[in-house]
């Protein structure tokens, strides 16, 4: 069955605010259609979309593996098959439903030991789970890590989230030539978040990756984050909440 599902992924250096602009594409989703499936998946280790969002998170999938992975060490084959089998419906144990939209963290990095064969089946169940929504959102970790291991392949849209930063300019040209050869993305473009001033616009360069929005620093945003207030909760014309529609308007997506 082919995927209908929008499939959203943000990617970027660590530190330039994927977090946030996730959030703010989560909330743009969710208050645009009311009637359509969001799901909201924090794939950095950090965790920090889950603050963001206002969820409190229990249970994630790395907690899952965990379990499997501890029971093949005890040597208990069997159980860990019925394990696996079950892993389908703890997975849906992981996911917290809100009102506007579910959320499931990833969890932890993978540790040292390979269990490929337990991360390949995890990786089906999140594509699975995916079937069942409209939009899914992706909060990619920190660098280039996840899509080199293919767990973005699926993507439909790929963000790809810098600052004003060479750095962070170098980043995203590297992450898009990987992503060129691994995912099967249909459409691609950047978001030039945490600009001090729009001055600085004519010194950026993307090394030709289109530009979805420059986003000034979000005054708005330093202070929820010290109340500890979820980015749901920001104002419409918040530089952070204006710069996501704009992004996701280039992209069709609203």
Request: hydrophobic letters at 45%; aromatic letters at 6%.
């Amino acid at each position: 069955m082919e995927n209908k599902a929008k499939i959203i992924a943000l990617a970027g250096k660590g530190g330039v605010g994927k977090t946030s602009v996730s959030a703010a594409i989560v909330k743009l989703l969710s208050e645009s259609y009311p009637d359509k499936r969001i799901l909201a998946i924090d794939a950095d280790p950090a965790v920090g979309l889950s603050t963001a969002l206002g969820v409190d998170v229990k249970l994630t999938i790395d907690d899952i593996r965990k379990e499997i992975v501890e029971t093949v060490e005890d040597g208990q084959t069997k159980a860990a098959i019925e394990l696996l089998g079950d892993a389908r419906y703890k997975i849906f144990d992981a996911l917290v439903e809100t009102e506007g939209f579910a959320f499931i963290a990833v969890g932890r990095p993978e540790s040292a030991g390979c269990y490929c064969k337990i991360n390949s089946y995890l990786k089906e169940v999140i594509s699975l789970i995916s079937n069942d929504f409209d939009y899914v959102v992706i909060d990619g970790e920190a660098g280039i890590e996840q899509i080199n291991r293919r767990v973005m392949e699926k993507v439909t849209h790929l963000i790809l989230v810098t600052d004003a930063s060479k750095k962070g300019t170098q980043v995203i040209t590297t992450i898009k030539s990987v992503a060129d050869e691994l995912v099967m993305y249909e459409k691609l473009g950047a978001v030039v978040n945490r600009l001090p001033d729009k001055e600085v616009i004519p010194y950026i360069d993307t090394n030709g990756i289109p530009v979805l929005s420059y986003i000034e620093n979000d005054g708005n945003l330093a202070v929820f984050d010290i109340q500890g207030k979820s980015i749901l909760d920001l104002p419409q014309n918040s530089n952070v909440v204006s710069g996501a529609r704009e992004a996701l308007e280039k992209l069709e997506l609203l």
